[in-house]
Every structure is written in C-alpha cells, then in structure tokens.
C-alpha cells in the first residue's frame, strides 16, 4: 500500500518549507534500521567507494545531517547531508521555497541555511559506524571575508565524519559563490583544499553549476585534475528557466481568472517616499499580503492584494534607470501625453485636466480584496498605516462596487464570462474552451505568445545584478555564452496592468447606442438587423448573455439558438404538412445523416427547446 496519496494533500496544505521541516521531524521518530538489498547490478565504484546504487539523496534536503541513517533505510545508495558552512547561517529571507506543482518541480532559494559544522559533526559522530555511504557538502558562509578560508575549515573539521566531502561552489542563491568556479579563483580555491586535506581522509568531489559558458565545462575539469579532485558532481540549481513552464508562484492570482470568491474590495493609490530604504520597508509590510499562484491556493485568506508599481514607484524602489530604459514608451508616459490622450479619447471634456486622479502616474497601485467588506477595510487601513508611519501620504481610494448574484455589470452585461483562460494554469489543463485558450506569453513577460514569440521584457545589464538574484533572458540552451554576460529579465512572471475609473452613465449609454444603430440601421443585409444591443456589444466587446463576438458576429449566443429554433421548426412543419399531402392518415420517417424524427400527422410536431441546442455551434 502506497501512503503518498494520502500523506500529499497534508504536506501540500502547508507552504513548501514549512512541509520540508515537518517531513525531517517525522523521519527522526523513526528507529534507524538497515537498508534494503538492493541487486549486484546497481552497484557503482567511484573514488574508491562502492555505492549500493548509483541513486542517491543530493544535498539540501537534510542540511543539517538530522536523518541519514533513515535516508539510506529507505533505499538510496548514498546520502549527501549539508550544505555546512563554518558558522551557522539563517539564510535568504521567507518565503525562498516555492512549489511548481503542475511540473512537479520547485523553486530553491535558501542560501545555506543550516545550523554550522559543529552540529552536523556531533550528529555524524553519535551515528557511530555508518550503515551506508554518507557524504558531506560543505560550503562558505555569506557574509564571510575569506570564502577560501571557509572551505579549508570545513575539509579539516568534516574528513573524520564523511565518506566523502564536496566542495560546492555551485548554488546561485550565496551571492558572489560561483565566481568561485572562474579559472583563477578555482585554482587558488583547490590549492588550498589540496594542501588541507589529509592524504588517509575521505576523497573529495567538486559541484559545479549547471549554466556554464563557452569552455568553462573544460576548463573546470583540467583543473579539478590539476588539483586532484576525485569526481566531479553535475549539477546544481539552474538560474535558467524552461519557456513553457510557468512558475506559478511568482505569477499574482489575477492572472489565473477572476477573484470572484473574494466580492469586496478597494482600490488604492500610493505615492512611494523618495527615500529608497523606506519605500522599501513599505513594499516589505505589503509583500505578505499580496496573492500569488492559482485561486484555489488562497480558501484560508479572508483578504488578498493585487500590486502593480508604475514607472516612478519602480525609481523609487531603487530600479537602476538603465532598466527604466526598457520598459515599454506607453508605461513609462502614461496616459496623459497628447499621442496617447488622442488615442483614448481623453480631449475635450474628457481630458487628463478634469480627472479626479491620475494627471500623474500613482506609484503605486493595491486591489484589495476580501470575502467580506470589513476584512477588505481591516487590510486596507493596516497597509495604510504602514504608509503613514513612514510619512507617507494618505492614498486615493477608489471603492470596488460589487457585482449583482447574476453576475450582471451596471450597462447589463454579464462579468467574466469571455475572460481569456492562460494556458498551463489551473483552468487550462481543465479542458478550457479553444476558442478562450491563450499562450502564457499573450499576458504574462517571459513566456511564448501564440506565435510562438516571446514578446521583449524590461531588462538589466549583468553588471546591475552582481549578486546574480535575477533570472536570465530566455533559457541558457548551450555553452555559446557565458551566463555572466547574460542580460537579466526584470519582467519575468510580471504583466501590465491598466487602471481606469469611467463615469457610469447607464442612461446616457443606452441613449448612445439607440442613436447609432438608428443611424445605422441599413449597413447589415437581412435577417440581421442592428439594435441598441449590437451597437452596446460592439463597444463593450461582447454581447449582454456573455457570449463572444468573435463566435457571434451580429446576434448573441441565446439570439441565434432562438433564430435556429424558429428555423428547425418550421422545417419540421413544411415536411409535416408535404408528407400529409402526399399519403394522409400514414407516418412517416425522416433519417438523414445527424437527426431521426417520428411522428403522426394527426400529432401536433415536436416543439424542439432550447437544451436542444445548447450543444450546438452556430
């Protein structure tokens, strides 16, 4: 019997580290025994070791060597606890674990957390004899003067408890780490390694990171030979990411569909300090509440933000302004330029002049949501208080009217029914409707659009990310570039987003539309005619029952049900009345290749309704 079907839905129900953790204090409860058999062909020589079994635990899941004895039970030919460094180090701030379920993959951001080498050491030592093969990987505090240094403590003080010990100066997430792995510095790195090791100790493995430049791989390996490294262990974390693979966890809830369950909320216009630090420490207080991944994955949330940062907020956060640079010409002048003001219509009595807001780009933008009104305002004023402890001005707030139960706007139409379903998420994979089903890349930077082109996104010289904490643009497909040189993607997992508040007037729209299509009336052929509803749809961009104008050109989805039933049926009458004619008092039976229809002709003919043709396209 197989537990993970049942043990999955609990781990899932906590946040990925949180269920790291869990799963390491459960493993310590269980008595360490001896590991499986496992077949004479899965036996591996290497440096000197016989391996069980060529498949064994990487380091970064038991860092802190907690439980190898109970690893090894489970099966695997060899355990590789760490990474230790010299001192105990916290880590990257939380959340820095994320989970990409849809590819069964996550995304690691920890940075060498673990409780030091002393630790791991006395754990290894009350182990006693090992049952199996359980190497240590060792690496370089964050904050240290001499990472060299570091790594020459960790082979002195871990030989005696490890079969083996690995240098690793592969991990992305130690800012600086794997300028280890340039020629230079991995020589004087190994030097030192090879003069500290003790010549009876452990064999030593070097881990390289997988996004290496044009002849690095090469080079890495002359070296590491030079310098009698035993093995080599490929890979760690990539910084690159596959084009079709979205990384929900960085990707805000609004992407993946309407927050429907969430009915109240507000809307909030900040305008950011100059002060880089404290604009920051405000967007720290704000971060916790904003909500990411699919909708399902926020039931316990009674409120949620949705943020979006303008041109100047993200100057004010501290973008260096060669990344400004990239950003689109329509974000970065606004609405309010004479071009774009001709575009929207905003002249006349509609200009930028007599707007309550907006003249000048808002910093900052929350939507704020919740499942009931005072939980919404409860956040709301928490993030506002924030803003003014820090000398913040109070924001403009735009109230959210909630929609009626029928799902109805106030011109009458209904809400979200055309709404563009991303494929890869939640409700793509759910047998979205074609007709609705959009490549990443059409809302979200980053992703292929449905070209098949993956739109350009705002970008950073490498030399603005020296602690490498951004993604690369596009995926590192080969060793023809060095990743150092890469430009970094600013965008990645971000989109656009336009806010704009529009006078509601339901009378003067109605009159509008009624003006249009009676000045309009002869531009179709019959049998369709234009109506209030069709010049209404054609400005709202889809008919009042929902249905969409790309299917339904010139009627709705429920008009042109109703236009084929008043069709079926007098066809039904007109073979009727020609089959009395010919033969009175018989049946007759009408077979063609989609339909069988019996009856008398002394029956009345059947009234064919609308489920009918609910599964029909028009």
């Given at each position: 019997m197989h537990l993970y079907p049942f043990i999955r839905p609990l781990a899932f129900a906590l946040d990925a580290e949180t269920a790291h953790r869990a799963t390491i204090a459960a493993l310590k409860w269980v008595p360490p025994h001896r590991p499986p058999n496992l077949p004479a062909s899965?036996?591996?020589r290497v440096a000197g070791l016989d391996f069980p079994s060529p498949i064994g635990l990487a380091a970064g899941f038991d860092k802190d060597a907690e439980?190898?004895?109970?690893m090894l039970a489970l099966g695997f030919g060899f355990v590789e606890v760490g990474t230790v460094t010299p001192r105990p180090q916290a880590g990257n701030d939380k959340p820095r674990l994320f989970r990409l379920a849809e590819d069964r993959a996550v995304i690691n951001r920890l940075g060498f957390n673990n409780q030091g080498q002393p630790a791991a050491f006395r754990r290894l030592?009350?182990?006693?004899?090992?049952?199996?093969?359980?190497?240590v990987n060792i690496g370089a505090n964050k904050?240290?003067?001499?990472?060299i240094a570091d790594y020459v403590s960790g082979v002195r003080a871990m030989s005696r408890v490890a079969r083996y010990l690995t240098i690793n100066v592969s991990s992305p997430n130690t800012p600086g780490l794997r300028q280890l792995q340039d020629e230079g510095a991995l020589r004087a790195l190994l030097s030192a390694v090879a003069e500290a090791r003790d010549p009876k100790g452990p064999p030593i493995f070097l881990k390289v990171a997988p996004d290496l430049g044009a002849g690095e791989p090469e080079?890495?390996?002359?070296?590491?030979i030079q310098h009698g490294i035993d093995a080599i262990i490929v890979a760690n974390t990539t910084v690159a990411r596959p084009a079709l693979k979205l990384v929900s966890s960085e990707i805000q809830s609004l992407m993946f569909g309407g927050l429907g369950f969430l009915k109240f909320g507000t809307c909030l216009l900040f305008e950011l300090p100059e002060d880089i630090q404290a604009a920051r420490k405000w967007l720290a207080a704000v971060m916790p509440h904003i909500a990411f991944n699919d909708g399902r994955r926020l039931v316990d949330k009674r409120a949620v933000v949705t943020l979006a940062l303008g041109a100047r907020?993200?100057?004010?956060l501290g973008l260096p302004e060669q990344g400004l640079a990239t950003f689109p010409f329509a974000f970065?002048?606004?609405?309010?330029?004479?071009?774009?003001?001709?575009?929207?219509?905003?002249?006349?009595?509609?200009?930028?002049?007599?707007?309550?807001?907006?003249r000048t780009q808002p910093d900052v933008a929350l939507l704020i949501y919740g499942d009931e009104q005072h939980f919404a305002d409860e956040l709301a004023q928490s993030l506002t208080d924030a803003a003014a402890d820090l000398g913040m001005a109070k924001p403009y707030g735009i109230p959210l009217k909630m929609v009626s139960d029928g799902k109805e706007e106030p011109f009458g139409f209904v809400d979200g029914i055309s709404q563009p379903v991303i494929r890869g998420t939640y409700k793509g994979l759910r047998k979205a409707d074609p007709i609705h089903l959009v490549e990443p890349g059409e809302f979200i930077l980053g992703y292929p659009d449905n070209r098949g082109n993956t739109p350009p996104g705002p970008t950073l010289p490498a030399l603005a990310d020296p602690d490498n904490q951004l993604p690369l643009v596009g995926a590192v497909g080969g060793f023809d570039k060095a990743v150092v040189e890469n430009e970094r993607d600013i965008g990645f997992n971000g989109t656009f987003l336009v806010i704009r508040q529009l006078e509601q007037d339901v009378q003067a729209f109605k009159k509008y539309c009624a003006q249009e299509a009676r000045r309009l009336a002869d531009r179709l052929p019959p049998p369709y005619d234009i109506t209030d509803e069709f010049i209404a749809a054609k400005l709202i961009g889809r008919w009042k029952d929902g249905s969409s104008l790309t299917r339904y050109q010139y009627e709705s989805r429920i008009e042109s049900a109703r236009r084929g039933l008043v069709q079926v049926n007098e066809t039904v009458r007109a073979r009727t009345s020609a089959q009395a004619a010919i033969e009175p008092g018989s049946s007759s039976t009408r077979c063609d290749k989609t339909t069988t229809t019996t009856f008398s002709p002394t029956q009345t003919p059947p009234q064919l309704g609308f489920d009918f043709f609910r599964n029909w396209r028009f």
């Amino acid at each position: 019997m197989h537990l993970y079907p049942f043990i999955r839905p609990l781990a899932f129900a906590l946040d990925a580290e949180t269920a790291h953790r869990a799963t390491i204090a459960a493993l310590k409860w269980v008595p360490p025994h001896r590991p499986p058999n496992l077949p004479a062909s899965l036996r591996t020589r290497v440096a000197g070791l016989d391996f069980p079994s060529p498949i064994g635990l990487a380091a970064g899941f038991d860092k802190d060597a907690e439980v190898p004895e109970q690893m090894l039970a489970l099966g695997f030919g060899f355990v590789e606890v760490g990474t230790v460094t010299p001192r105990p180090q916290a880590g990257n701030d939380k959340p820095r674990l994320f989970r990409l379920a849809e590819d069964r993959a996550v995304i690691n951001r920890l940075g060498f957390n673990n409780q030091g080498q002393p630790a791991a050491f006395r754990r290894l030592i009350e182990c006693g004899p090992s049952r199996g093969i359980v190497g240590v990987n060792i690496g370089a505090n964050k904050d240290s003067a001499d990472r060299i240094a570091d790594y020459v403590s960790g082979v002195r003080a871990m030989s005696r408890v490890a079969r083996y010990l690995t240098i690793n100066v592969s991990s992305p997430n130690t800012p600086g780490l794997r300028q280890l792995q340039d020629e230079g510095a991995l020589r004087a790195l190994l030097s030192a390694v090879a003069e500290a090791r003790d010549p009876k100790g452990p064999p030593i493995f070097l881990k390289v990171a997988p996004d290496l430049g044009a002849g690095e791989p090469e080079q890495i390996v002359r070296v590491a030979i030079q310098h009698g490294i035993d093995a080599i262990i490929v890979a760690n974390t990539t910084v690159a990411r596959p084009a079709l693979k979205l990384v929900s966890s960085e990707i805000q809830s609004l992407m993946f569909g309407g927050l429907g369950f969430l009915k109240f909320g507000t809307c909030l216009l900040f305008e950011l300090p100059e002060d880089i630090q404290a604009a920051r420490k405000w967007l720290a207080a704000v971060m916790p509440h904003i909500a990411f991944n699919d909708g399902r994955r926020l039931v316990d949330k009674r409120a949620v933000v949705t943020l979006a940062l303008g041109a100047r907020g993200l100057q004010r956060l501290g973008l260096p302004e060669q990344g400004l640079a990239t950003f689109p010409f329509a974000f970065l002048d606004g609405m309010t330029t004479a071009a774009r003001a001709r575009i929207l219509g905003d002249v006349d009595r509609n200009a930028s002049e007599r707007w309550a807001w907006g003249r000048t780009q808002p910093d900052v933008a929350l939507l704020i949501y919740g499942d009931e009104q005072h939980f919404a305002d409860e956040l709301a004023q928490s993030l506002t208080d924030a803003a003014a402890d820090l000398g913040m001005a109070k924001p403009y707030g735009i109230p959210l009217k909630m929609v009626s139960d029928g799902k109805e706007e106030p011109f009458g139409f209904v809400d979200g029914i055309s709404q563009p379903v991303i494929r890869g998420t939640y409700k793509g994979l759910r047998k979205a409707d074609p007709i609705h089903l959009v490549e990443p890349g059409e809302f979200i930077l980053g992703y292929p659009d449905n070209r098949g082109n993956t739109p350009p996104g705002p970008t950073l010289p490498a030399l603005a990310d020296p602690d490498n904490q951004l993604p690369l643009v596009g995926a590192v497909g080969g060793f023809d570039k060095a990743v150092v040189e890469n430009e970094r993607d600013i965008g990645f997992n971000g989109t656009f987003l336009v806010i704009r508040q529009l006078e509601q007037d339901v009378q003067a729209f109605k009159k509008y539309c009624a003006q249009e299509a009676r000045r309009l009336a002869d531009r179709l052929p019959p049998p369709y005619d234009i109506t209030d509803e069709f010049i209404a749809a054609k400005l709202i961009g889809r008919w009042k029952d929902g249905s969409s104008l790309t299917r339904y050109q010139y009627e709705s989805r429920i008009e042109s049900a109703r236009r084929g039933l008043v069709q079926v049926n007098e066809t039904v009458r007109a073979r009727t009345s020609a089959q009395a004619a010919i033969e009175p008092g018989s049946s007759s039976t009408r077979c063609d290749k989609t339909t069988t229809t019996t009856f008398s002709p002394t029956q009345t003919p059947p009234q064919l309704g609308f489920d009918f043709f609910r599964n029909w396209r028009f």
